[in-house]
Structure formats: structure tokens, C-alpha cells
């Protein structure tokens, strides 16, 4: 479903030089497939994510979503963009919309749906989260956890083919971490296609199809979630386990 | 002061107020509108790092920043005629004050825009809004909120900018206590009753902007 090859990303530092956020990296991700990445910070899976819709314009590679290479000069990025959701580590709901207007902006906007549809769209999965009671409150007035819940939802607005999360537990106080990780594997059981960056290993173990490790811009590692937890390969992989778990 | 003055500040005080509500007033708000349109053209082709375009509107704002009004005002109304182009006085404050307002403000409005974090765009891009369908619907209205003070100023300080359309044969405020007391030389009295007008405007002005703020902050 997304193919990426030889993906390379620099940064141009305010000194002027460059540092090399990701190097060369191929994967293949298949449709309903939940990929969990995990690393040290700075290990560019946030960037590697980020490149997946081209947030952060790829410095070489390519990467292809159904067979169409996205990064080609000319393609509708937009388009594209509207059939991959992302959830953010800041959640990013629009703060001057109430939750309602944040779930039908695009869908309306975009002429994807009516006005009445997408309502009625926003309204069944507000449900499906427990938040149908803040569909006209300001996102302010909301908590951590009710924003990423309602962020996810956005995106399903939507009716993405592929989600990605950037981190999307970490701003969160503890207590609330669950009810996220709750929406996460529900929408993991009904098949949607995941590509998660966490710090979150219980999620890791129990929703992920592979876990990929990932260190200085490659992938070190990539295993289902038993070996790759149980026997780890690489000593870097090994050091970060132990600190983490 | 005796009765004589009393009763020429009472009777004056309607022409004067009917100046500012028929000239003065009108200007502000035609020049404030256009102006803050010119604003947000100017903010967005820097923001949007529109080419070319980007780098005329910062030699517009660097003329029109860096040059008296009144010396505009001339131009256009004593200067441009020699050249074929004549407009009358109302017509020459408005375009000039509204090309200031909009150098002024744009920076007001870019520097708002620059302040609603990045992901607040970047979330518009996943959900597939193109940047301006973003600008339009999240990211100008959120700059609006923190642009409002600022722009409130801009627009009580062109209530009183105003009164240099005078000096284009305007007849706003100024200009008509001017030509009651060049007849009657209360200069002292009327150019004070002028001041009192322009004190008023500003006054309402200011009360409907803590209003509008307090509005403001509720719908968050």
C-alpha cells in the first residue's frame, strides 16, 4: 500500500550545514497492517512519518501510496493527503472552531460530503468515542485525552485509508494515556491501516503487526512484536529494551 | 467666557459633529477597510513567500512607512493633477490613508498570522485543505483574535489622522471648526470643541473595542 524507496532527509542547520535525518531508508507497508515504530529521540521516526504525506519534503526517494509515486513533481498532494490521517503528539485541533466545526471543516470544505452528511458522519463517531456531549464546546475547554480522541476522530471524518500517529499519547498525563490507547486498538480491530511512532511498548507488544527499531536515520531492526521484544538482535536495540521496558 | 461664546460652542457643536459623522467618520472607515485588505494581501504574499510579489510589497511598506502622510497627501492631490490625474479631496485622503494603514497594519497582521503555531496549518494539510482554504477558515481567524488590539489602535489613531485631509481642502472636523471661528476669532474655543469631538469618536470607539474583546474571549 505505501512503498518507500531510498528515502533520504536532510536538515539545513542555521550554521548552514546539513545533518542527515534519514538515510536511505526502503520499506514496504501493507494495507491493514499496524507498524509501530520506536527509537532513542532524534533517530528521525518522527521525520520518517512526517515524509509519509509529505510534511517534510523528502531531500531523495521516492514513496509510492497505491502504486502512485506521490513524490513526483506534479501530483496533487492535497488528494493524496485526503486519504492519510494524522494525529499529532499537540493534538492541533483547530482552536478557533468549536469540535463539531473541527470534525466537518474538511470534509465540507473539500466537497467530500454535505454539510448534513458530514454532521451526521461526526455525530456517529463522536458517539463511538463518548464525546457527543462536547460537539459544541471550544477545544480549550477540553482535556488532553477528549483532544487526541477527538483529533482521531477528525481524521476518520475523513475516511482515511492509512493513519499515522506522531507520538500521540506523549503530551498526555499519565491517567489519560488509556483512553487513547482505547480508540487506538479499536480502530486496529476494525482493520484500518497504522503507522504509529511511541513511546507506548504495552501497545507496541499487543496491536502492533511489526515493530520497527530505529536508530540514526535506518531502520536497525524490524521483527513481529514476541521476537522483537524477546530477542532482540542488535545490542543498540538491546540497551534501548532495557531502558525503556 | 460670556454668553456669546456659550451659545456659538452650542450651535457649532452640531456642525462639527455632523462633519465628523458625514467626512470624518466615512474616511476612517472606508480607508480602515481597504487599508486592512491591502493588509492582508501585503502578510500573506510574504507569508506565503508569493514570488516577485513578496518583494514589491516590502518596497510599498518601506515608501509608505518612511514617508509623512501629509507629503503623500500632497502628492496625490497637488501633485498628481500636473501629471493628468485629479482627484477630489475626499477621494485623495482615502487613497493615501488607505495604502498607510495597510503598510502599517501588515505587519500587525503578519506578525498575528506568524503566532498561531505551525500545526495548526499542518493539521489543515492532513485533513487535505489546501494552504489558503487553511489560511481562510483557521489560520486568519485565530490571528485576527491576537490582531485586534493592535489593529483597534490603528484604527483610533486614523480617527485623528484624519484631520490632516484639512490640509487637501477636506472638510472634515478641523477644517470646519476652522472657518466658524476665522469668522468670529474664537480660535481658542472652537479648535478646543474640535478636539472635544475627536475625543468622543475615540471614547466609543475604545468602549466598543473592550466589548468586542470581551466577545472575543468568550467564543474560546
Known amino acids: 500500500m505505501i512503498s518507500v524507496k531510498n528515502l533520504t532527509k536532510d536538515y539545513t542547520k542555521a550554521d548552514g ?15 491493514g497492517e499496524k507498524i509501530v515504530i520506536v527509537g532513542p529521540s532524534g533517530s528521525g521516526k518522527s521525520t520518517f512519518l512526517r515524509c509519509l504525506n509529505l510534511l517534510e519534503r523528502p531531500t531523495a526517494g521516492q514513496i509510492f501510496f497505491d502504486g502512485e509515486e506521490i513524490t513526483a513533481k506534479g501530483t496533487d498532494i ?24 473541527n470534525l466537518t471543516l474538511a470534509p465540507v470544505k473539500l466537497k467530500i460530503m454535505s454539510e448534513k452528511e458530514a454532521k451526521e458522519k461526526a455525530t456517529e463517531l463522536l458517539k463511538r468515542v463518548n464525546l457527543l456531549e462536547k460537539a459544541d464546546v471550544y477545544p480549550a475547554s477540553l482535556s488532553g485525552g477528549q483532544k ?54 504495552g501497545f507496541a507488544r499487543e ?23 524477546e530477542h532482540p538482535r542488535t545490542k543498540r536495540l538491546q540497551d534501548f529494551l532495557s531502558k525503556v521496558l | 467666557m460670556n454668553e456669546r461664546i456659550i451659545n456659538e460652542l452650542i450651535e457649532s457643536f452640531g456642525k462639527l459633529f455632523l462633519a465628523g459623522l458625514k467626512v470624518s467618520l466615512p474616511l476612517t472607515i472606508a480607508s480602515f477597510s481597504a487599508g486592512l485588505i491591502i493588509a492582508f494581501l501585503v502578510a500573506l504574499a510574504q507569508i506565503a513567500k508569493v514570488p516577485v510579489l513578496r518583494h514589491l510589497v516590502r518596497v510599498y511598506v518601506w515608501i509608505i512607512r518612511c514617508t509623512p502622510m501629509i507629503v503623500q497627501l500632497f502628492i496625490v492631490y497637488f501633485g498628481l493633477p500636473s501629471i493628468g490625474i485629479k482627484f477630489n479631496s475626499f477621494v485623495s485622503a482615502w487613497l493615501v490613508m488607505s495604502l498607510s494603514v495597510g503598510a502599517y497594519c501588515s505587519e500587525t497582521v503578519r506578525a498575528a498570522i506568524q503566532s498561531v503555531p505551525v500545526g495548526q496549518l499542518e493539521a489543515c494539510y492532513c485533513d487535505g485543505l489546501t494552504f489558503w482554504q487553511g489560511m481562510m477558515h483557521v489560520i486568519v ?9 493592535p489593529l483597534s489602535n490603528s484604527i483610533i489613531g486614523l480617527v485623528k489622522d484624519t484631520s490632516l485631509a484639512y490640509s487637501v481642502a477636506l472638510v472634515e472636523i478641523l477644517a470646519t471648526a476652522q472657518r466658524i471661528a476665522a469668522r468670529t476669532y474664537d480660535y481658542f474655543w472652537l479648535y478646543l470643541e474640535a478636539g472635544l469631538i475627536y475625543l468622543i469618536i475615540c471614547s466609543v470607539l475604545t468602549v466598543i473595542q473592550s466589548r468586542a474583546e470581551a466577545a472575543l474571549e468568550r467564543r474560546r
Open chain 1, 17 to 31: 550545514n546539513h545533518i542527515r535525518v534519514i538515510e536511505g531508508l526502503n520499506y514496504e507497508i501493507e494495507k
Open chain 1, 78 to 101: 492535497n488528494k493524496v493527503r485526503q486519504r492519510m490521517g494524522m494525529v499529532f503528539q499537540n493534538f492541533n485541533l483547530f482552536n478557533n472552531l468549536t469540535v463539531m466545526q
Open chain 1, 148 to 201: 487526541q480522541r477527538i483529533a482521531i476522530v477528525r481524521s476518520l471524518c475523513m475516511n482515511p485509508e492509512v493513519m499515522l500517529f506522531d507520538e500521540p499519547t506523549s503530551a498526555l498525563d499519565p491517567e489519560m494515556v488509556g483512553e487513547v490507547l482505547d480508540v487506538m486498538k479499536q480502530l486496529a480491530e476494525d482493520g484500518m491501516t497504522m503507522v504509529v511512532v511511541t513511546h507506548e511498548m
Open chain 1, 207 to 229: 496491536v502492533a503487526t511489526k515493530v520497527l527499531f530505529m536508530d540514526e536515520g535506518i531502520i536497525l531492526e524490524e521483527n513481529t512484536p514476541e521476537e522483537f521484544f
Open chain 2, 141 to 149: 481567524p485565530q490571528a485576527l483574535r491576537t490582531a485586534f488590539p
